[in-house]
Nanobody
Framework: VQLQASGGGLVQTGDSLRLSCAAS????????MAWFRQAPGKEREFVAAISSQGTTKRYADSVKGRFTISRDNAKNTVYLQMNNLKPEDTAVYHC????????????????WGQGTEVTVSS
């Protein structure tokens, strides 16, 4: 499966953004999808994940209550709605997919998009 993330940008503290990740290739509805982010000089970290049919969602503690992951299998797209953004949310956001398990670990995902940059100014 090929993944293409979009929707990043430069925003101010407290603003909202919605990231999208469009997938092509094999049946999108069979994949677990996730968002990870990587800030400059830091390791890639888990943000959110969603099961293939959207019934199970997981979030990093740092984004709970502010970010929402969702998917539209008819459109082969997964979304990350980010509200009340903070400067510490600044990072390149990557979408990822696997066909096995909802995981918080990057190593569990074998398909990755190229990333979209989010910058939150204070």
């Amino acid at each position: 499966v090929q993944l293409q993330a979009s929707g990043g940008g430069l925003v101010q503290t407290g603003d909202s953004l919605r990231l999208s990740c469009a997938a092509s290739g094999r049946a999108f509805g069979s994949y677990i999808m996730a968002w990870f982010r990587q800030a400059p000089g830091k390791e890639r970290e888990f943000v959110a994940a969603i099961s293939s049919q959207g019934t199970t969602k997981r979030y990093a503690d740092s984004v709970k209550g502010r970010f929402t992951i969702s998917r539209d299998n008819a459109k082969n797209t997964v979304y990350l709605q980010m509200n009340n953004l903070k400067p510490e949310d600044t990072a390149v956001y990557h979408c990822a997919a696997n066909d096995r398990i909802v995981s918080l670990t990057p190593a569990a995902y074998n398909y990755w998009g190229q990333g979209t940059e989010v910058t939150v100014s204070s």
